[in-house]
């Protein structure tokens, strides 16, 4: 019985891909203690960060996507285009995975720490619930924010794709490259795409969102995609394995 199962595992392993071995690193360290790992795989100078968790286990979903992700681009390298590097954080928020929290361990929000314009100390939650403090006390207080802000200011990304759930929408500037990218992402998903303020359209998430990462990279000029999963329980990997493959070759084939 032993020998079968042993042949059995050899003929598998025989006929799987070998799977590349993704470089990794660690770009900090969390409150509690915990590495932020970072994957890298590709080459080229164009590189595009792909993050979940940053909502920690009540977005769990989120973190099986990336690694979803993650395990798709190893097994199949071919698929990340000539001159793109991904670079892949599976689990922004550590912390907050570990303690079946939101946020981090200091009880601010991971996406209203970032300092853009309409940074406030004061901050809706995710779920529209007016929280004191949420923000933090100043704009990039948390070292998490801090660390993954020094990392995109030092690489200059040119594209972030933010996973969330749940909403089944995706936020993505308009005009130019951003655009571009964001409309390639949107049509292969089939995530829908609103432009709030445009045509009367109101923003889906029904309150307002401060201190995002996402505003904070539109006003640093990198295009960013938030993708807030139609669900907290699956990852619908298939619609975004789609959204990710048409705008890292809309990216490659950019100017
Ligand atoms: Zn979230």
Do not use: K
């Not at 432009?195 to 640093?220: C, D, F, I, K």
Request: hydrophobic share 40%; proline share 8%; glycine share 12%.
């Amino acid at each position: 019985m032993r020998v079968v199962l042993v042949a059995a595992v050899a003929a598998l392993l025989a006929v799987q891909p070998a799977m590349a071995e993704p470089r990794s690193s660690i770009l900090g360290v969390s409150q509690a203690g915990s590495p932020l790992l970072l994957y890298e795989l590709g080459n080229g100078p164009r590189r595009v960060l792909i993050l979940g968790g940053q909502h920690g286990a009540p977005e769990a979903n989120t973190v099986e996507l990336v690694n979803g992700l993650l395990d798709y681009f190893l097994a199949n390298p071919q698929e990340v285009p000539p001159g793109i590097v991904l670079d892949v954080l599976p689990v922004a928020n550590p912390d907050g995975m570990a303690a079946g929290i939101r946020q981090f361990s200091s009880g601010v929000d991971p996406n209203r720490n970032w300092g853009g314009s309409d940074w406030r100390a004061d901050a809706f939650d995710s779920n529209a619930v007016f929280r004191v403090g949420l923000g933090g006390p100043e704009p990039f207080s948390e070292p998490e924010t801090r660390t993954l802000a020094d990392w995109i200011l030092g690489t200059r990304p040119a594209l972030v794709v933010n996973y969330h759930s749940a909403g089944g929408f995706m936020f993505g500037a308009r005009g130019g490259l951003a655009s571009d990218l964001s409309g390639a992402y949107a049509d292969a998903s089939g995530y829908s795409w609103p432009s709030p303020g445009v045509g009367g359209q109101r923003s889906p998430l029904g309150y307002q969102a401060s201190g995002s990462m996402n505003v904070w990279l539109r006003e640093q000029g990198i295009p960013a995609i938030l993708v807030e999963l139609s669900t907290s329980r699956s990852t619908e990997i298939e619609r975004n394995l789609a959204g990710l493959n048409a705008a890292l070759s809309q990216l490659a084939n950019a100017p």
